[in-house]
């Protein structure tokens, strides 16, 4: 009996002592009037070598432009912390008549406001063994004619 309890102490821990993995999607929807291209300072991330164009959003459109990957539960402020990392220092939205906006990380604005209403944050409950987490969540930040409005 003391041998079979042990067993099963053993077994629970070991089931509950893993760390579960998170995953998480960064999404820009683009609401403004116009296709808008997204590029930011290549320099400063891997990921941009993969899109030496920027990446382009037609008009009323979104797209996930980012994933990120973890151990751990997702959470809003994990994912700012990784979006910072893809956005470098300065964003460059180019509209498709050729107006542009810059955003840079020294001034906080735009997309580097991260405590701005043009965020939203969603997730999503999953179980690993006995524990409930938030085994996904997406960042999704969304473009608009006030952008354009702002645009040279």
């Known amino acids: 009996m003391k041998k079979s309890f042990f067993i099963l102490c053993l077994l629970v821990i070991a089931l509950t002592s893993c760390d579960p993995g998170?995953?998480?999607?960064?999404?820009?929807?683009?609401?403004?009037?116009?296709?808008?291209?997204?590029?930011?300072?290549?320099?400063?991330?891997?990921?941009?070598?993969?899109?030496?164009?920027g990446i382009t959003i037609e008009s009323?459109?979104?797209?996930?432009?980012?994933?990120?990957?973890?151990?751990?539960?997702?959470?809003?402020?994990?994912?700012?912390?990784?979006?910072?990392?893809?956005?470098?220092?300065?964003?460059?939205?180019?509209?498709?008549?050729?107006?542009?906006?810059?955003?840079?990380?020294?001034?906080?604005?735009?997309?580097?406001?991260?405590?701005g209403d043009r965020y939203t944050w969603t997730t999503k409950r999953g179980n690993m063994f006995l524990l409930r987490y938030d085994c996904y969540g997406y960042l999704t930040y969304t473009i608009t004619e006030e952008d354009y409005a702002q645009a040279e």
């Open 60 to 115: 009323k459109q979104d797209t996930v432009f980012f994933v990120s990957n973890g151990l751990g539960s997702a959470n809003i402020a994990t994912a700012k912390a990784d979006l910072l990392m893809v956005y470098g220092d300065s964003i460059l939205f180019t509209f498709d008549d050729g107006k542009f906006l810059i955003y840079t990380q020294e001034e906080e604005n735009g997309p580097f406001n991260l405590e």
């Open 22 to 53: 998170y995953g998480i999607d960064f999404k820009l929807v683009n609401n403004s009037g116009h296709a808008v291209t997204f590029t930011s300072n290549p320099e400063y991330q891997g990921f941009w070598e993969n899109h030496p164009n």
